[in-house]
T-cell receptor, first 116, second 113 residues
């Protein structure tokens, strides 16, 4: 049963603590992405990775960090430097054709992070 | 960065009506994707478009990749209550060096039974 797994579904943390959100995929996709969604808003790109051991900043990378040590895993750390961390976080993955084109992109179920 | 304007922001329709929404961009895209998101869930891919002028259907959904490559639209025919949700367009042009989708702000659809 292939797909993207994000855990946990809900996460609560105290202000000042770092927290790591998990994202795992068994689709054998090369590229993985992290997005942030605020209430009533669209999706904003945090970080993305096209291959293992490589990643690029998206539009709102400040206060976040990632790693890509394995093809199937792309964890996101929300650091204490992130001013407004409470949000819905979505992980996605896609195949990238050899031509460089993206071939569809699929999302995980999301993690709702609340920081108080 | 790249901007996508999605309209309308919201729609309230009667069951059985057809729906149309669109996205426009100031820059060219070579891939357009349309997603639906239910509350508290991840977006689900509805239709993918890869070629200017392409018209693709998925059941009652039809989407087109605009000839200018700067726009796309999604139509839903004979709407039903389960069509309720937020619909997002997303575009990509890897030639710009940005190797990730840019998303529209979404169209919130409500269907009155």
């Amino acid at each position: 049963d292939g797909g993207i797994t994000q855990s946990p579904k809900y996460l609560f943390r105290k202000e000042g603590q770092n927290v790591t959100l998990s994202c795992e995929q068994n689709l054998n996709h090369d590229a993985m992405y992290w997005y942030r969604q605020d209430p009533g808003q669209g999706l904003r790109l945090i970080y993305y990775s096209q291959i293992v051991n490589d990643f690029q900043k998206g539009d709102i990378a400040e206060g976040y960090s990632v790693s890509r040590e394995k093809k199937e895993s792309f964890p996101l750390t929300v650091t204490s430097a992130q001013k407004n961390p409470t949000a819905f976080y979505l992980c996605a993955s896609s195949i990238v054709w050899t031509s460089g084109r993206l071939r569809e992109q699929y999302f995980g179920p999301g993690t709702r992070l609340t920081v108080t | 960065g790249q901007q996508l304007n999605q309209s309308p922001q919201s729609m309230f329709i009667q069951e059985g009506e057809d729906v149309s929404m669109n996205c426009t961009s100031s820059s060219i895209f070579n891939t357009w994707l349309w997603y639906k998101q239910d509350p508290g869930e991840g977006p689900v891919l509805l239709i993918a478009l890869y070629k200017a002028g392409e018209l693709t259907s998925n059941g009652r959904l039809t989407a087109q990749f605009g000839i200018t490559r700067k726009d796309s639209f999604l139509n839903i025919s004979a709407s039903i209550p389960s069509d309720v949700g937020i619909y997002f367009c997303a575009g990509l042009n890897m030639d710009t060096g940005r190797r990730a989708l840019t998303f529209g702000s979404g169209t919130r659809l409500q269907v009155q039974p």
